[in-house]
């Protein structure tokens, strides 16, 4: 929001300077982000009048000017326009002057003739016809019609003697973003007096208003408030200067009377205004209505928009005239030869504008106002101040009468004044009375205990929000500083997060680097993993306003991001790369929302099946899961068919690992061996083992036995294992694999495995015949569930 500090004047006088009043007002709230001094770039240039004009002697389209500048002495200046004659009075760049843009004046000789400066143009003053609409746009710039005096700060004649204060507004204060409410903020911050105007209509324009116009708001959930008056026999012109400077210095460009108008009430009540041309309303009728689906409008600026059903549009009998709240519509805009005219001022629905700004792409000043929720109760001194400004710039006759179509009956809010709680809260002492005087400076009624929070202040809804209001008038710099009171509960990591820390400690402490990844993919990388058609995980949540095609759907498998990664760092020709990433997958509810699992998921080439396999060990043996068992995967279409296995502990279904199928590999443009493993993190977090407790080194020695065993073929090492430790009885306490062999000395389909097992006894020296028993034991069982035997 810009503040001209010469309009604020109007309603308010701070003595301050710029430090002084962006200090005291970024304190009290209303955050100042810059101050611009809109003639600092201007120097030295004064207005001059034109003594004497004569031919440059050495060229036959120049001209010598003596000039009075104020000075001792006229200067003489060397000028190429053709618009100047004696008499006028001009801006002059002397000697030293520095433009806009910081071109430094310096007296010069122009063909033989010294010339002491040079005559301005509009241009050159950083100035266009919309800021001075007579001035000539190929000539010096004269200032006849100007109030000016001759040696007087060019500045001054054109208004750039003006301050503009940038505030940062915040979304709940929409009534800061106007001259009005930011003169309100100033005069309770600098304890002065707040003036403030009642718009006042003479009316008496020729008509009857009722039977002009008519007004009828079908979308009665969307605009709350739809006010209109009307004026007739308008006159379509430049504004005056002084309303013309104000639009400039608030960064709108002014454009003609009525239109300027509009714009004016604005940004002095921060109500977003239009006017219609009352001949392109067709039957006199606006209709305030939603859209009908793929409607189209031309806006102002000239493009065609294809309406959704919930956007907003003013109508007419026949078609939508403007975009609610957004922008007007080309087919009823003001133009020359416009005769009468239609002035709105509207509340409407904030989210209905965002989201109709949004999607159409054309976020304007008013849908910015619009959507943080204004004052319905400003709609009607918005309409009349126009109304008023009408008939002060004689731009036409203002019907008598108002249309106010008010379909909801906003009920003030009433707090309770709770000064103790208020101190208490604080940490102050401030007493009741300067409370009360504090919230009346901002515009609060104060009746006892009782205060009436102003329409304006939609943001205060409780006794907390008194509170800051309070301390930001008692000036938070003045509030002491005291030790903080109570107790605060004791912080720390939730069990999950001290499973994800140990994770990454783990996987970082193997060598893996972990990732990050988005979670929106494309679909089309479910192909590239050769996930079947019909797969569950195809289902996933489609983002309603995605980035683009890449990244429209919400993941449900967390491969193809990992793979993602690892292709590119082969591309960049990266070594050995491992990686881990703990990612969430997403998977739709009934109720409209997502169960986001989470994964983890380690990713690596340069590498082998049981290199993975040792990786996915080693983490399941530090965080003490107990029966794991490895089963071989031949069905999943992500992984080669005999170098996958999943992962199970105690029935349930941990996650699978293995190599990455070659044609998958393929699809992602790499022509070496990948490797990933995913594992379900909640079963990881309900699978994780106790507490180690110290257990003291055996007192009696270990006994070992090494048995090679013959087995068929499609038998696994890891059935071998977990069957042994089935069949083992209490003196088994470990298993090593140190031989597989396959040969011609062997029966065809067959293989011999070797194992060494380790046998003791807590309470004594394990006997030879004990050790036999056990061995016998455990061969038993071999040979009943897989057929083993000893070799």
């Known amino acids: 929001m810009l503040l001209s500090r010469n309009w604020l004047k109007e309603f308010v006088t701070v003595d301050a300077d710029d430090h002084t009043f962006a200090e005291e007002m970024t304190l009290s709230g209303s955050k100042v982000e810059a101050t611009l001094d809109l003639g600092a770039e201007i120097l030295g240039i004064v207005v001059g009048k034109v003594l004497d004009i004569t031919r440059h002697e050495n060229s036959d389209h120049m001209w010598v000017c003596q000039i009075d500048v104020g000075g001792e002495a006229p200067v003489q200046i060397v000028t190429g326009a053709q618009n100047v004659k004696t008499g006028d009075l001009v801006p002059v760049a002397q000697d030293g002057s520095i433009l806009p843009g910081g071109m430094k004046i310096a007296t010069s000789e122009l063909r033989g003739v010294r010339s002491e400066g040079m005559l301005c143009s509009i241009q050159e003053l950083n100035l266009t016809k919309n800021d001075f609409p007579d001035a000539a746009e190929d000539g010096i710039f004269i200032l006849n019609d100007e109030p000016c005096t001759v040696g007087q700060d060019i500045r001054e004649v054109i208004g750039m003697n003006d301050r503009v204060v940038e505030f940062e507004i915040t979304p709940n204060r929409p009534d800061c973003l106007s001259v009005i409410g930011l003169a309100r903020e100033a005069a309770a911050t600098f304890r002065t007096p707040l003036t403030l105007h009642e718009p006042v209509v003479k009316g008496g324009g020729e008509g009857d208003l009722f039977s002009l116009l008519d007004v009828e708001v079908p979308a009665v959930d969307l605009c709350p408030r739809y006010t209109a008056r009307m004026v007739r026999n308008v006159k379509i012109a430049p504004s005056p200067k002084w309303l013309r400077e104000r639009l400039r210095a608030s960064g709108v460009r002014p454009i003609n009377n009525i239109v300027d108008i509009t714009n004016y009430v604005m940004l002095e009540y921060g109500q977003p205004m239009h006017a219609f041309d009352y001949r392109y309303v067709k039957g006199g009728k606006i209709i305030v209505r939603r859209a009908e689906e793929g409607e189209t409008l031309t806006t102002l600026d000239g493009n065609e928009r294809v309406l959704q059903g919930s956007a907003l549009v003013i109508a007419d009998e026949h078609r939508a005239v403007g975009l609610a709240g957004i922008m007007g519509g080309e087919n009823s805009e003001i133009v020359a030869d416009t005769v009468d005219v239609v002035f709105e001022s509207a509340n409407f629905n904030g989210t209905c504008i965002r989201k109709t700004a949004l999607s159409l792409g054309m976020r304007t000043e008013a849908s910015a106002k619009f959507e943080k929720g204004l004052d319905i109760l400003n709609t009607l001194p918005a309409v009349n101040r126009a109304c008023e400004l009408v008939e002060l710039l004689g731009a036409g006759k203002v019907l008598d009468g108002v249309i106010d179509v008010l379909n909801y009956v906003p009920h003030p809010t009433t707090l309770e004044l709770r000064p103790a709680k208020i ?65 605060t509960t004791r912080g720390g990591y939730s069990p999950e997060e001290v499973l994800e820390r140990k994770l990454g400690s783990l996987c970082r402490a193997m060598g893996y680097n972990e990732i990050i990844t988005y979670s929106f993919i494309s679909p089309t990388y479910y192909d590239k993993i050769r996930l079947p058609g019909d797969s569950a995980l195809r289902d996933s949540i489609t983002i ?34 491992q990686l881990y990433e703990l990612g969430r997958t997403y998977f739709a509810r009934e109720d409209g929302l997502a169960n986001e699992p989470k994964v983890l998921s380690l990713g690596a080439y340069d590498s082998d099946f049981f290199t993975l396999k040792g990786s ?22 992500s992984y080669h068919p005999g170098r996958c296995a999943k992962v199970y502990t105690g029935g349930r279904l941990m996650g699978v690992l293995g190599q990455i199928h070659p044609a998958v590999a393929a699809n992602y443009g790499v022509d070496t061996s990948l490797y990933c493993a995913e594992l379900a993190f909640d079963v990881l977090f309900q699978s994780q083992g106790d507490t180690p407790v110290y257990v003291p080194l055996p007192k009696f020695p270990a006994m070992t036995r090494d048995i090679a065993l013959l087995v068929r073929d499609d038998v696994s090492v890891g059935m071998l294992e977990d069957c042994i430790r089935r069949s083992g009885g209490e003196l088994l306490r470990s298993i090593a694999l140190f031989d597989i062999y396959t040969g011609d000395q062997l029966p065809s389909g067959t293989k011999s495995v070797a194992f060494n097992l380790v046998l003791r006894a807590e309470d004594r020296s394990l006997t030879t015949p004990e050790a036999d028993n056990e061995i016998a034991s455990i061969l038993a069982g071999l040979e009943q569930e897989l057929g083993a035997t000893l070799r």
């Open 544 to 577: 309603m306003n995605p980035l683009g095609e890449d990244t429209s759907i919400m993941r449900t498998t967390i491969l193809p991001s990992m793979l993602e990664i690892l292709a590119r760092n082969y591309n960049y020709r990266n070594k050995s790369v």
């Open 423 to 487: 101190n208490a809260l604080l940490g102050t002492e401030v007493p009741t009375e300067d409370m009360a005087t504090y919230l009346q400076s901002l515009g609060f009624t104060v009746e006892g205990e009782t205060v009436t929070v102003p329409s304006w202040r939609g943001d205060v809804a409780h006794y907390s929000d008194l509170a800051e209001e309070v301390a930001r008038m008692y000036g938070y710099n003045n509030i002491p500083i005291t030790a903080m009171r109570g107790e």
């Open 616 to 637: 996915v060990e080693a983490i399941l043996s530090a965080l003490r899961v107990k029966d794991v068992v490895f089963i071989p995967e031949h069905e999943n279409p």
